[in-house]
């Protein structure tokens, strides 16, 4: 089959296409930006990378019409954008009047679980998408998932961050509310098995693991899985306000994330009980298992994708990476020092390993002052890390930087910062003839940006006098 993956660099989409093209479908994956597609996929004969932005409908043309199969897997959970509902509206819009002019017979949607009468503004968008997907042209697929538990999964980063960073927590209430978490392994049994499935046909399910859990559950349970000691402390007095600015400092989430996560965890998520596991021979596992799944694939820097590597996760970089590949020259303060290199190889990994846990390689109690000084001021902060302990892709997320161009072969990376800022800057490694060349640009935004500049002067100074001299460090 053809079949068309939307979302395709999201952290659902990043890990359905493998399974589809190992069943020896032709996988159509649909991206904003062709620089945050995987590179492996260009080299792939079963895979065809299209640029489509379901915001503008003049781009969808590139979308083939011959395609068999759909996945909507478009979510704008942290958007920050306040009219978010507005955009996923126009957006679920746009796809099914294109899609109508294909020849797809089946679109397969994932949705979240929205059984309570009062809904999340998030949950309630996401229901609205399901009837704006509907269409007498195809027949729609709908699956509802509650939490979804995986390496890299933004509740489980989020718990993870909770349970290992806090003692004893004193919680909001909302803590009480109950779900049912369902390990990501099994979402994603769901969408490839429901393909082509007649019976599934202009039809919903909700999709859920076997266990009712609290969220206070689910955080000490991952404590003991963890062999950690936690006390929980649940008050009423905490506002959602002062709920999402707790998970704000405390874990890696953005503030917009955190927020909708508050709206979201108010809500009861319970599945309604149908035959689906039987249809598709899935019987999902427990919590306890996709949280030990979950920390091999951690052990074993395998995690495919993750929420902190979308582009909506800081909320400063919405548009194309194309935007940011070219470092401007003019009206911009530079940094640059160059090294020579004796040992290419060493000098490369450890660029490619950069920030994180690794970090910074020298002067890393400043990068973290700066690292929490954003996050005070509403920035992201060091805390989303990265998704890799030694490899980094074009559209990654690292500490407060976005890659923008990685190329091992070419040697050159290339960072746009994310931190909150009187302007941008950029950060570029690159080898070139026996040297490394270090460039730091900063191009200001008035006043402040010239102010900013020249305060750390000094600080960059010998931070990246130091960085360069231990990425070319021949031990």
């Known amino acids: 089959m053809k079949i068309l993956v939307t979302g395709g660099t999201g952290y659902i989409g990043k890990r359905l296409i493998p399974i589809l093209i190992n069943e020896g479908h032709h996988v159509v994956c649909a991206v904003r930006d062709k620089l945050r597609a995987d590179k492996t996929y260009f080299d ?153 499935k007649e019976e599934l046909y202009n039809k919903s399910y909700d999709i859920f693991g076997p266990e009712v859990m609290t969220y206070k559950q689910m955080l000490l349970k991952f404590a003991d899985i963890r062999g950690l000691k936690r006390y929980i402390l649940t008050v009423p007095v905490m506002t959602p306000k002062l709920s999402s600015y707790w998970l704000y400092f405390v874990t890696s989430t953005s503030y917009k994330l955190a927020s909708s996560l508050v709206d979201s965890m108010g809500v009861q998520i319970i599945g309604k009980e149908s035959n689906i596991n039987q249809i598709l021979n899935v019987q999902p596992i427990t919590y306890k298992e996709a949280v030990e799944l979950a920390f091999e694939k951690i052990e074993q820097n395998s995690i495919v994708s993750s929420w902190k590597d979308s582009m909506v996760s800081s909320g400063r970089l919405q548009k194309s990476l194309h935007k940011y590949v070219n470092v401007p020259k003019y009206g911009c303060f530079r940094d640059y020092k160059e090294r020579t290199v004796e040992d290419e190889e060493t000098t490369i990994n450890r660029i490619w390993s950069i920030g994180g846990r690794t970090g910074w390689y020298y002067g890393n109690y400043l990068w973290k002052v700066r690292g929490y000084l954003d996050k005070l001021f509403g920035g992201i902060g060091l805390r989303r890390g990265r998704t890799h302990v030694s490899e980094l892709d074009t559209g990654d997320a690292l500490d407060f930087w976005r890659v923008i161009f990685s190329d091992r072969k070419e040697k050159k990376l290339l960072l746009y910062a994310e931190m909150k800022l009187p302007g941008e800057a950029w950060l570029e490694f690159k080898i070139e003839e026996g040297m490394l060349k270090q460039t730091a640009t900063f191009r200001p935004r008035g006043l402040a940006g010239r102010l900013y500049w020249y305060s750390v002067l000094p600080f960059h100074c010998f931070i990246f006098n130091g960085m360069i001299n231990k990425l070319i460090e021949v031990k």
């Open 44 to 196: 792939d004969g079963h895979i065809s990378i299209v640029e489509a932005d379901f915001l503008k409908y003049s781009t969808l043309k590139n979308i083939p019409k011959d395609i068999d199969v759909a996945y909507y897997l478009i979510h704008s959970m942290s958007n920050n954008s306040k009219d978010f509902e507005k955009l996923e509206a126009q957006c679920a819009e746009n796809f099914r009047v294109y899609a109508e002019s294909t020849k797809v017979k089946q679109v397969i949607y994932l949705s979240g679980i929205t059984n309570e009468e009062k809904l999340s503004k998030h949950l309630s968008s996401r229901k609205n998408v399901e009837e704006i997907l509907s269409s007498n042209k195809y027949s729609l697929t709908i699956f509802k998932a509650g939490i979804i538990v995986g390496s890299g999964s933004s509740s489980f980063e989020i718990i993870r961050d909770l349970v290992e960073k806090l003692p004893v927590m004193i919680a909001p209430k909302w803590l009480n509310t109950k779900t049912q978490p369902l390990a990501v392994r099994d979402v994603l049994a769901f969408l490839s098995k429901a393909k082509g």
